[in-house]
């Protein structure tokens, strides 16, 4: 395993509630990601971190925010949680900017938003 | 809209035989490229990558081919086992902005 932790693992939650989900790493990368996985799509990369308080906007920000106050955790959070935010979330860490690594990928975190 | 297209949603081989996965994509910045492969309630796990100043890396029965030109890279599994069966991912990278971005899958049945 790549030292990499998803939590929860599972989660229901109601509409319009407040949700963070946390991915934590032992590797000491300086790149995590945040992706969401939806049939159809396939995967969607939400916000990505190259270094704690550096975050950046993916292909599918809205709705999500999230923070990186420490290189082995970073929250993603829904503020106000919605029907269409029921998906398996999917936290990665790695470098690619040399072009010869790879991210690793966490367990995921299957949310349903009722 | 997706910069990384696989448009073959699903592909079945028989065992022993050639295996070949398709990809596309749009932004001429991506200059690194990763297959990806999942099985079900898993994470996707690495499987193979290709840098865009080659135009083909080779590991034991995966090998990815890369056209630039055509913004193209498919995926060659020779032979094919009933354990390849998985979806497999294709991702691209512009390393400068350090972003990767995926297809949306395909999946490989092999059977025996």
């Known amino acids: 395993d790549a030292g990499i932790t998803q939590s929860p693992r599972h989660k229901v939650t109601e509409t319009g509630t407040p949700v963070t989900l946390r991915c934590h790493q032992t590797e000491n990368h300086r790149y995590m990601y945040w992706y969401r996985q939806d049939p159809g799509h396939g995967l969607r990369l939400i916000h990505y971190s190259y270094g704690v308080k550096d975050t950046d906007k993916g292909e599918v920000s809205d709705g999500y925010s999230v923070s990186r106050s420490k290189t082995e955790d970073f929250l993603l959070t829904l503020e106000s949680a919605t029907s269409s935010q029921t998906s398996v979330y999917f936290c990665?860490?790695?470098?690619?900017?040399?072009?010869?690594?790879?991210?690793?990928f966490g367990q995921g975190t299957r949310l349903t938003v009722v | 809209d997706q910069q990384v297209k696989q448009n073959s949603p699903s592909l079945s081989v028989q065992e022993g035989r050639i295996s070949i996965l398709n990809c596309d994509y749009t932004?001429?910045?991506?200059?690194?490229f990763l297959w990806y492969k999942k099985y079900p309630a898993e994470g996707p796990t690495f499987l193979i990558s290709?840098?865009?100043?080659?135009d083909k890396n080779e590991d034991g029965r995966f090998t990815v081919f890369l056209n630039k030109s055509a913004k193209h890279l498919s995926l060659h599994i020779v032979p094919s086992q009933p354990g390849d069966s998985a979806v497999y991912f294709c991702a691209a990278s512009d390393t400068g902005a350090n972003n990767l971005f995926f297809g949306t899958g395909t999946r490989l049945t092999v059977i025996p």
């Open positions: 290709i840098s865009s100043i080659k």
């Open positions: 932004n001429s910045m991506f200059d690194y």
């Open positions: 990665a860490i790695g470098d690619v900017s040399g072009g010869n690594t790879e991210a690793f």
